[in-house]
């Protein structure tokens, strides 16, 4: 909604430099007509990631070149729309930059021969849209429907770049024009039904098509302008566009037939039936973006020629008359400030470029001649007549929901200017010319191709449906009168069901009140994800427990596990212990071990548990004093009694154990006995194996003519390994400093 | 020329001894910027040397391999070292600002210092025990960081960190000892060609110990509990320096040994980290979903992302490596520059507990545009480093008919969305509860720049890298191809002429 009353200058050069540059690309394209229209194509490519086999590659085709000239050109006028409409507005250098931005995108995404490209491009304009969907972010609603449209066309995303790296890796290369160029080899690939699955997931996320439509009427949190460019002329085509650019390899088979079919149709008849149902104007706008989507998918289920050439009409009859219409929607709303259908009436004298621009593209929309629309819808009933299995039962479903939408285009269109019965809403702001001239331009261009189709017959449409067929010669002509033909009685039928349907409207807005009934999607959106928190955190809570205990107990058995099933797993080398040079003393040494270790499981007091792994320690300096290596027992030794009484004198100041539990923990005890009992197995294991003694003979040999000691012991510490002793220095003094650190601390958290 | 490796150990030893001397003075914390500017520098001089000539070593002590102490560094040893100390120097830099003279007069700056050595020595080493060592100078120091300021969670958290790293060590010291029993050698190069005429049962169950050691360090589930019980309490700094670095220590100890020397049965031990992969990046990603902090959240993330990198590891085909170098590359600068930009929002919005803050897309959009950068680089969008990183990633498991950890890592990557839309839409759309509006203009200029130019930097990385990835996966690719035919590696270690 706009800050203040919009005024042609907006903001200055913020605003019409980025007009200027999309009118400057929509100039370049146009360039590029004669050599489309010739029925070639533009491509330019750089290597970017070698490794990958991605290259910078962009093509320009017919239907590239449509698309682009619908995003550039629409661009340009809802650029300057805007700038006019946010007027005031203290975050819209923002706004044009991501504005900008995805109109750049968007155009990568058409232009792309690389798959994994136009996936970038893909993920850009679903990033600018989640920005722009969330651009008023101090409301919840904004912020959870950004979300949602993030979301939900995201994870579709997601699914296609998995399409994508395994289309490339069938098709041996991510380079769009040389898949196509294989033709429906493609098809005989084991991984194809795969792909196509995938593909659809991103295709009809993107497209907004049921059950993934209920992000798109959401996303118009979004202002105006951007419903008008993102969420109904372009971005959410995308998903339409990638259809249609595979069309060529991945079309034919049952599984593309009905899916896109059923699903379109679905959507189509679904949508058109809410969008009667809305009161917002912009909704019931965004519902019937969701009908010409679904029309669209449909028509790309099929072969036909006829299907084709009407796929390559309605896109730009749609784009064309959606976006006055939203943004004619948008000068409602910045004129009096609201967009309820019953609170409007009485306008067209008070904004005449405004009203004669709603009726234009109303009328388009409603497909009467002699608009684009009207013929647009010809050539789709042709095409659904074309279809081999279920023609009857599409076409009645195509005129139901054309019928829907010539009463809503009445409601969107009509009522609000021209209605006699509707009070006249008082008129706050004045509409500047820039905020006439896209709605006007747009509608005059549908009025005008439609009377001289032949304008877009072989620049844009032939060449679309080279594109989409591979065989310019499937190009149907356009036409305003094709003869007495079923198409026409079609057309006829739909006139007076839209008439029945517009008389009626308010009795059958509250009759499809019961649609409301329909699980809601968007309901079970929310709950979605609600569930993934608390799934969550219940999981996490149960994981990440707080209690030091558990931690061990986890840590330590993983260590078990993981030792015990390798040993079980994998086997071991045959043990082969020998007990002939065990000792008595040996033994008593055991047991010594053993009981100490046994007596600090056991023990409830913390000196007493001190002691007993005192008495392992000692224990340990005697096995190196009877194994020959006297300094190391000496040096164990020594620090067994400098831990045990350190260790006792810190014991003295922490209160007494008391509420500990003398309880015998089985778990503990086997966890232990595992870690302790793989351990020695393993151990067991690798004496039995003879030890390589290449550097203890090394050292031998060299500690006293090389490195000049004879303590072979000292000469590892100082010279041999002196790096290692080196980082144990450090670890020293390092324990030093945090320790004193710690204390300090203390001491000063104390007074 | 054994001085290009032993500078980027030397150098954090030196700056941290001058650091110390210096701790009552401002002299010591430009000591450690300058220390670290140095580092970067002699890191690039190594990393260059390394492309030149493939691999580098030295006999520390001119004992020849494998009787002493050999550094030695291969592309990946000279990337992570790089890496490392560009890492030093933006958190050295943001320390100008985050670390109170209290911390200081502790001795912060050496405890960094020493910590930065560790993890050079790490990257560095070709001895297993010497490997030890550096664990344990980077557990003691990271233990001294993890703890300064002394806050009751802190003890709480260094007290976890440091009980759970203690097993992993002593289980690292076991193994080693173990492995030792077997070849009698140390030397990494060495142990490549001894450990062929091992017990190969043997030698798989002395690989699960290693594993589990290092799936500590590099929290891997099911190991993780010490990374989210510590992370969010020490200084911003610390944190920022522990996410970009430890667990990496982890990663790249894990990728050297099951490359170089325990591959000789990937069916098993490689099928082992396949499963753990899949597992710590759901459970990771989850434990994210379930936290309403920023530092809380960004935590269980490292785990859920190390799961990508070990998957790499774990398909142990030419491409997964290239993803796993790449994704563990991409990781640091992002989730580093993740922990400084909370210290940030921290700092001008006052908290990072998203219930209490809000309003920095509003009044301060520089930062939102910083944190949009490597926030949605982590849920890896394009064209930003960390799709590329999920990419290969994805695309190598694609490649082997691996839907299902394929589908894991896609829909993990979803759920990664979540946590830092989470994060954008409660720390920067929504308006603050307190009805402020947190701004960096707030802050004092010269804080202003130490907190906001390493920011700044890191994410202009995380766009190139993006933008340009071919010439970094061009070095990922070579640096894969060394781990998985290390003989250059193998012959360089144990030929390296003793000067």
């Known amino acids: ?751 | 020329m054994s001085w290009v490796l032993v500078l980027p150990l030397t150098i954090p030893f030196v700056t941290a001894i001058f650091a110390f001397l210096f701790r009552e003075q401002s002299a010591g914390r430009w000591i450690s910027v300058a220390g670290s500017a140095a580092l970067v520098a002699a890191s690039l001089v190594l990393l260059v040397q390394t492309i030149d000539a493939g691999v580098l070593a030295a006999q520390m002590g001119s004992w020849a391999a494998p009787f002493g102490v050999t550094l030695v560094a291969d592309l990946l040893s000279a990337a992570m070292a790089v890496i490392t100390a560009i890492i030093a120097l933006a958190v050295s830099v943001y320390a100008l600002a985050d670390i109170d003279a209290d911390a200081e007069r502790a001795g912060y700056h050496a405890l960094f210092n020493v910590l930065i050595a560790g993890v050079m020595g790490a990257f560095l080493t070709g001895d297993l025990f010497n490997l030890y060592v550096w664990f344990e100078v980077m557990l003691i120091a990271s233990f001294g960081l993890l703890i300064l300021g002394g806050k009751p969670e802190q003890i709480d958290g260094g007290v976890k960190y440091v009980a759970l790293n203690l097993i992993s060590t002593i289980l690292f010291l076991t193994g080693i000892g173990l492995l030792y029993g077997m070849t009698g050698t140390l030397n990494m190069a060495d142990l490549a060609g001894a450990v062929e005429s091992a017990d190969p049962g043997l030698l798989s169950v002395v690989a699960v110990a290693f594993m589990v050691a290092f799936g500590v360090k590099a929290a891997l589930f099911p190991l993780f509990f010490w990374l989210p019980a510590s992370y969010h309490t020490p200084h911003f700094a610390v944190s920022a320096v522990f996410a970009g670095l430890l667990t990496k220590v982890g990663v790249y100890a894990l990728i050297r040994m099951f490359t170089l020397v325990f591959d000789h049965d990937i069916g098993f031990t490689h099928e082992i980290l396949l499963w753990i992969a899949g597992l710590t990046m759901a459970i990771g990603v989850l434990g994210a979903a379930a936290q309403n902090d920023i530092r809380k959240i960004l935590s269980f993330h490292i785990v859920s992302q190390i799961g990508y990198m070990v998957l790499g590891l774990a398909l142990m085909t030419p491409l997964a490596l290239v993803g796993a170098v790449f994704y563990l590359i991409h990781h640091i600068i992002v989730k580093a520059n993740l922990f400084l930009i909370a210290g940030v929002a921290d700092r001008i919005a006052g908290d990072t507990d998203l219930s209490r803050i809000g309003g920095l897309y509003k009044s301060a959009p520089f930062l939102a545009v910083l944190f949009f950068i490597p926030a949605f680089s982590l849920a890896g969008f394009p064209p930003l480093s960390g799709f590329w990183a999920k990419f290969i990633v994805v695309k190598a498991a694609l490649d082997v008919q691996g839907w299902v950890i394929a589908a894991v890592a896609l829909v993990v990557g979803l759920l990664t969305i979540y946590s830092m839309t989470k994060i954008w839409a409660e720390a920067f759309w929504t308006p603050h509860p307190d009805g402020v509006d947190p701004s960096l203009a707030t802050l004092a200029p010269a804080t202003r720049n130490a907190l906001v130019l390493p920011v700044a930097g890191l994410a202009l990385m995380t766009v190139v890298i993006g933008l340009v990835p071919g010439g970094f996966m061009s070095f990922a690719e070579t640096a894969a191809n060394q781990l998985l035919v290390p003989d250059a590696y193998i012959s360089t270690v144990l030929e390296a002429r003793v000067e």
């Open chain 1, 1 to 751: 909604m706009a800050a203040a009353a919009p005024t042609s200058r907006g903001h200055g050069l913020l605003g019409y430099g980025p007009t200027a540059l999309a009118l400057a690309l929509f100039i370049w394209f146009l360039g590029f007509l004669p050599v489309v229209s010739a029925g070639q194509a533009a491509s330019w490519a750089v290597p970017w990631i070698p490794v990958l086999g991605i290259d910078l590659a962009f093509r320009i085709d017919g239907l590239s070149l449509t698309f682009a000239l619908l995003i550039s050109g629409i661009g340009t006028l809802v650029l300057l729309y805007a700038n006019s409409y946010l007027t005031g507005d203290p975050q819209f250098d923002r706004f044009v930059l991501f504005l900008t931005s995805f109109m750049l995108a968007m155009l990568g995404l058409v232009l792309a021969d690389d798959l994994i490209v136009l996936f970038v491009f893909w993920e850009l304009t679903t990033i600018t849209s989640y920005l722009l969907i969330g651009y008023g972010h101090d409301s919840e609603k904004s912020r959870r429907n950004a979300l949602q449209a993030l979301f939900l066309t995201g994870a579709g995303a997601l699914a296609f770049l998995a399409g994508a790296i395994l289309l490339g890796e069938a098709a041996g290369t991510y380079r769009i024009s040389e898949v196509l160029a294989q033709g429906k080899a493609i098809q005989d690939h084991p991984h194809f039904t795969a792909i196509l699955i995938l593909v659809f997931l991103g295709a009809l996320t993107k497209s907004a098509q049921v059950p993934f439509h209920f992000w798109l009427p959401n996303a118009m949190a979004a202002p105006t302008p951007v419903s008008a460019f993102l969420h109904s002329a372009t971005m959410v085509k995308a998903g339409v566009y990638l259809l249609a650019r595979l069309h060529p390899a991945m079309s034919g088979g049952d599984l593309w037939l009905y899916t896109l079919t059923i699903l379109g149709v679905v959507t189509a008849v679904f949508a058109s039936l809410l969008a009667l149902r809305q009161t917002d104007l912009k909704q019931a706008l965004a519902y019937t973006t969701l009908m010409a989507l679904g029309t669209l998918v449909m028509l790309l289920g099929q072969d036909s020629g006829y299907a084709m050439t009407a796929f390559a009409t309605f896109l730009i009859v749609h784009s064309l008359y959606k976006a006055a219409l939203f943004l004619v929607v948008g000068n409602l709303d910045a004129a009096t400030g609201t967009r309820e259908t019953d609170a409007l009436g009485g306008l067209g004298r008070v904004l005449p470029m405004t009203a004669l621009a709603a009726a234009l593209a109303g009328m388009s929309m409603a497909g009467l001649p002699p608009f684009l629309g009207f013929i647009g819808k010809e050539l789709t009933y042709a095409g659904m007549l074309q279809v081999a299995s279920f023609p009857v039962i599409l076409s009645i479903m195509a005129l139901l929901a054309n019928g829907l939408i010539l009463a809503v285009a009445s409601v969107v269109a009509i009522r609000p200017f021209w209605s006699a019965r509707q009070p006249k809403t008082p008129v706050k702001n004045a509409i500047p010319w820039t905020m006439a001239a896209g709605p006007v331009v747009l509608a005059v261009l549908g009025t005008i191709f439609g009377i001289m189709p032949g304008l877009l017959q072989n620049t844009l449409v032939a060449p679309t449906v080279l594109s989409l067929t591979g065989d310019i010669a499937e190009t149907k002509q356009l036409k305003l009168w094709a003869g007495v033909n079923l198409p026409l009685f079609l057309s006829l039928a739909t006139f007076v069901l839209g008439g029945l349907f517009y008389a009626w409207h308010a009795t059958l807005r509250a009759r499809l009140a019961m649609l409301d009934r329909l699980p809601n999607l968007d309901e079970a959106w929310d709950r979605f994800m609600a569930s993934i928190k608390t799934f969550a955190i219940a999981l996490t809570s149960r994981i990440q427990t707080g209690r030091m205990t558990d931690y061990m107990a986890v840590t330590f058995s993983t260590i078990a596990i993981g030792l015990i099933a390798t040993v079980l797993l994998r086997g071991l080398p045959p043990l082969s212990p020998s007990f002939a040079d065990v000792t008595p003393i040996h033994l008593a040494l055991i047991g010594l071990l053993l009981s100490g270790t046994f007596m600090a499981t056991i023990t409830r007091k913390r000196i007493a548990a001190i002691a007993a792994l005192g008495v392992v320690g000692i224990g340990v300096a005697l096995v190196f004093i009877f194994f020959s290596a006297p300094d190391v027992a000496i040096t164990q030794l020594l620090v067994e009694v400098l831990v045990v009484v350190l260790v006792a004198i810190v014991m003295l100041q922490l209160p007494r154990l008391r509420d500990y539990p003398n309880r015998f923990r089985p778990g503990h005890a086997v966890i232990a006995a595992g870690v302790g009992g793989s351990v020695t197995l393993v151990l067991l294991a690798i004496l039995s194996t003879p030890l390589d003694r290449r550097l203890t003979t090394f050292f031998e040999t060299a500690s006293w003519p090389e490195a000049f000691g004879r303590n072979i012991v000292n000469v590892i510490l100082v010279d041999f390994r002196a790096l290692d002793t080196f980082g144990e220095v450090a670890v020293v003094v390092v324990a030093a400093i945090a320790s004193i650190a710690l204390l300090r601390q203390n001491r000063k958290g104390r007074s």
